[in-house]
C-alpha cells in the first residue's frame, strides 16, 4: 500500500507493445503537434503574463502591489477564499460521508445537484443570488429594513465563490469513499468506538490526501472565479473587488503593467496550485480517487 | 496485571521455546465463555424475493466452536452480522447469556468482529491497530499508557508476531494482517469472537496454517467462537458444531461426524461430500433403481418415489445382482492409487471410484453399494 510501493507503470508485454506502436514518422508527427498546441495555448499566455508585467521593469511591477486598491482586493480575494474554502470543506465531507456510506433516498438526486454549479455558467450563479438578495429581489426589502447588506457586499461574493466551488471536495472524496466502502468503520464499532471516533480516527484519516487535494483545486477556483462574483460584487474599488474582477479593471483602463502584475500574482497561485497536486499525486497516488488499489 | 508473567516467559525462552508464555497468555486471555442464541431471526433486504433469513433460531454453548457453513446467498454472513450488531433484524431476538442484546447498540456488545478483507486501519501502525479498541473506551475504563502497551505485546506473541508492531498493515502479507486482525477483535477482551470468512481471501497453504493455528488459539483462550464459511472442509476440520444454512434457514445443526454420517436432508448430503445421486423408488422392504432392487430399506426410511445418495467411498466395482450399472468417463492414476469417474445410470453428475484395474473412458462397470442414504422426493 501506500507505504511500500513505490508507483510504476507496468511493464507492457513486448508483442502487444510492438503491435501499438504507430510508425516512427506518425508518432514525431502527433508529438509535435501536441507540443504545439500546449506551447501556443498554455505556455505562451504564461509567459506573456509576467512579460507584460515586468515590461516596465521590476520597481513598477512592485509598485503595482503597494497601490491600496491593488491591496484591498488581495485582502478581499483572501477573505473570500479562508471563508469559502472551510465552509466546503465541511459540506464536501458531509455530503460525500452520507453519499458513499449510507443508502438513503434522493442519494442521487443529492449526487446530480452537486454537480450543479459545474453545470450551471457562473453568471447565473450569480445572479440568482441578486434575483434572491438583491435590492428589488426576493429578500431584498426585508434586508434593507434591517440594514443587511449582502449584494454588492462581502457576503454576497462569499455566497457566489462558496456556490461555485462546492463541487470540488465533495467529488474528490465521494469515488474513493465509495471504494473504501464500509468494513472499516464496521471494525471500528465493533471495537467499542463512538460515531465521532469513527470519523475522526477512521474515515477522516482514510480520505486526508484526497481531501487535501480537493482543498487545493478548490482554493485555486475560490481565488480565481471571475463569473459569478463580478455579477455579485458590483465592482467598488477597494471595496468589493477581488483580484481578478480588479485585473479587469485595470486592463480596462489600459494600466497593462498593473493589470498583468495582479495577473501573475493568480498564475503563481495557479502554479503553486499545480505543484502541490503533481506532488499530492506523486507521494500518495494510490490513497487518491480512482488511481489503483489500496 | 501480568506482572511476574514477562520476566518467567524471558528467562524459559531458551530451554523451553514459547510454551511458557503462551501458557501464561492463556490464563490471561481465557474467560468464562458466553453462551449465544438466536430466537427466529428474520432479515429481509428491500425487494421482493425471499428473506436472507427466515425464522433462524440457534444456540451456541459457551466457550464452544461453531461455523455457519452454506452457499453463497444462504444468509450465513447476515445471521454473523445480526449476532454483531451490524445488522438489525425484522424479527426474532439475539440473547449474550441470558441477556437481551437485540437492540444493543453493537458498541456495546462487546464482540470481537473479523473481517474476510481484514479491515485494518491503514494509517496506523499494527501496535496502534491492536490498541484502538482499548483507547476507545470510555476515559473512566481506559487503560493506563503502559497498560495498553503489555496488553497489546502479548496478544502480538499470542498470534507469533512480536517484531511487527511497528509497520503499517501495507507492509504485511494476508496472513500476517488476519492475524492482527484477530489480535485487534481479541484486545477488547470480547464476550464472544465472530469471524466472517477469515481465510477467504488467503492462499490455499496459509489458510491451511491459520485453520491449525485459530484452532490453538480457541483452546487458548476458551472464548465463544462463531466463524462463517462456505468450505465444507474447514467447518469440519475446526468446528465443535457445524450449523448448515440453506436459503436463510438453517438445515441441521450437529457435530462434524453428525452432519457426514447422519445428514437431515438431501442439500446436507450433498452440501458436506461428494455424493452421486439416483432418482430410486423404495417398495417392499428394498430400494429400487429402475425397477431392479439394489439394496435392502432401512427401517423408517420413506416410502414411494425418493432421491437415492450414494458416497464414493461407499461404491466398490463389483457383479451380480444391486450392482448399479455406469459408464467409465476418465481413468486416471493419483498418488493414492487408481481412480475411474463414472457417471451412473440416470445420474446427473459423475463419481469418482477407488478402483484396482485399467478402465478406458466407455467401459461398462457395474458398482456395488455398501451403503446408501434416502431423502424423500420434492
Redesign the interface.
Known amino acids: ?5 513505490v508507483p510504476s507503470i507496468r511493464p507492457e508485454p513486448r508483442g502487444l507493445h510492438a503491435a501499438l506502436t504507430e510508425p516512427r514518422p506518425v508518432r514525431i508527427g502527433l508529438t509535435l503537434l501536441a507540443v504545439a498546441f500546449l506551447g501556443l495555448f498554455l505556455l505562451l499566455p504564461l509567459a506573456v503574463v509576467f512579460v507584460e508585467a515586468l515590461s516596465k521593469g521590476l520597481s513598477s511591477y512592485l509598485a503595482t502591489f503597494a497601490e491600496p486598491d491593488a491591496l484591498a482586493a488581495i485582502r478581499l480575494t483572501l477573505l473570500v477564499a479562508v471563508i469559502a474554502v472551510p465552509l466546503n470543506v465541511v459540506f464536501g465531507l458531509c455530503a460525500s460521508w452520507a453519499i458513499a456510506k449510507f443508502d438513503f433516498r434522493g442519494r442521487n438526486l443529492l449526487i446530480t445537484l452537486i454537480d450543479l454549479p459545474f453545470s450551471v455558467s457562473p453568471v447565473v450563479a450569480g445572479l440568482i443570488y441578486v434575483l434572491i438578495f438583491g435590492a428589488q429581489g426576493l429578500f431584498g426589502p426585508f434586508l434593507q429594513r434591517h440594514g443587511i447588506e449582502i449584494i454588492f457586499a462581502v457576503p454576497g461574493i462569499v455566497l457566489a465563490t462558496v456556490f461555485v466551488t462546492f463541487p470540488f471536495v465533495a467529488r474528490e472524496l465521494i469515488p474513493l469513499m465509495q471504494d473504501q466502502g464500509t ?2 468503520e ?9 460515531p465521532w ?1 469513527v470519523f475522526r ?2 474515515t477522516l ?2 480520505v ?1 490526501w484526497a481531501l487535501l487535494y480537493g482543498v487545493l483545486l478548490c482554493n485555486a477556483r475560490a481565488m480565481g472565479e471571475f463569473g459569478a462574483v463580478s455579477v455579485v460584487s458590483g465592482r467598488i474599488r477597494g471595496l468589493t473587488n477581488t483580484m481578478p474582477l480588479h485585473v479587469e479593471i485595470l486592463y480596462n483602463e489600459y494600466n497593462y503593467v498593473a493589470a498583468f502584475g495582479i495577473a501573475s500574482l493568480l498564475a503563481l497561485l495557479a502554479l503553486v496550485t499545480l505543484a502541490g497536486k503533481s506532488f499530492l499525486e506523486w507521494r500518495h497516488a494510490d490513497a487518491l480517487a480512482g488511481r489503483g488499489a ?1 | 496485571m501480568t506482572a511476574g508473567f514477562a520476566p518467567t516467559a524471558l528467562s524459559l525462552r531458551r530451554e523451553a521455546p514459547a510454551r511458557p508464555v503462551e501458557a501464561a497468555s492463556a490464563e490471561r486471555l481465557r474467560q468464562a465463555g458466553t453462551s449465544v442464541r438466536v430466537d427466529g431471526i428474520v432479515k429481509r433486504y428491500g425487494g421482493p424475493g425471499p428473506a436472507a433469513l427466515e425464522g433462524v433460531s440457534l444456540a451456541i454453548e459457551p466457550g464452544e466452536l461453531l461455523a455457519l457453513l452454506g452457499p453463497s446467498g444462504s444468509g450465513k454472513t447476515t445471521l454473523l452480522r445480526v449476532i ?3 445488522e438489525i433484524p425484522d424479527g426474532g431476538k439475539v440473547f449474550f447469556g441470558s441477556q437481551d442484546t437485540t437492540d444493543l447498540p ?4 462487546g ?3 473479523v ?1 474476510q ?1 481484514y ?5 496506523l501502525t499494527v501496535f496502534e491497530n491492536i490498541a ?2 482499548l483507547r ?2 470510555p476515559r473512566a475504563h481506559r487503560p493506563k499508557e503502559d497498560e495498553i502497551r503489555r496488553r497489546v505485546e502479548r496478544l502480538l506473541e499470542l498470534v507469533q508476531l512480536p517484531d511487527l508492531a511497528k509497520r ?4 504485511l502479507s494476508g496472513g500476517q494482517r488476519q492475524r492482527v ?1 484477530l489480535a ?2 481479541l ?2 477482551e470480547p464476550s464472544v469472537l465472530l469471524l466472517d470468512e477469515p481465510f477467504g481471501a488467503l492462499d490455499a497453504q496459509v489458510r491451511k496454517d491459520l485453520r491449525r493455528w485459530l484452532r490453538e488459539i480457541h483452546r487458548e483462550t476458551g472464548q465463544t467462537t462463531i466463524f462463517v464459511t462456505h468450505d465444507q472442509d474447514e467447518a469440519l476440520e475446526l468446528a465443535d458444531r457445524i450449523a448448515i444454512l440453506n436459503k436463510g434457514r438453517i438445515e441441521q445443526v450437529g457435530a462434524p461426524h453428525e452432519v457426514q454420517d447422519h445428514p437431515a436432508s438431501r442439500f446436507v448430503m450433498s452440501f458436506v461430500g461428494e455424493t452421486a445421486r439416483l432418482t430410486a423408488e423404495v417398495a417392499g422392504g428394498e430400494v429400487r433403481v429402475a425397477g431392479r432392487p439394489v439394496i435392502a430399506a432401512e427401517p423408517g426410511w420413506p416410502q414411494g418415489a425418493v432421491d437415492l445418495c450414494l458416497r464414493p467411498w461407499d461404491l466398490t466395482v463389483g457383479q451380480g445382482p444391486g450392482t448399479l450399472p455406469g459408464t467409465v468417463r476418465e481413468w486416471r492414476r493419483t498418488g493414492r492409487g487408481t481412480v475411474a469417474e463414472i457417471l451412473l445410470d440416470g445420474a446427473e453428475a459423475p463419481v469418482e471410484v477407488k478402483v484396482t484395474d485399467v478402465y478406458e473412458p466407455g467401459d461398462r462397470v457395474a458398482l456395488a453399494v455398501g451403503a446408501a442414504r434416502v431423502f424423500p422426493r420434492n
Open positions: 500500500m501506500s507505504e511500500t510501493t468494513t472499516d464496521e471494525a471500528a464499532l465493533t471495537l467499542g468506538a463512538s471516533r480516527t477512521v484519516p482514510n486526508r489500496h | 454483531a450488531g451490524l453493537v458498541q456495546r456488545r464482540v470481537g468482529f473481517f478483507h479491515a485494518l486501519f491503514r494509517h484502538y479498541g476507545s473506551r503499517y498493515p501495507g507492509q486482525a485487534r477483535a484486545a477488547v
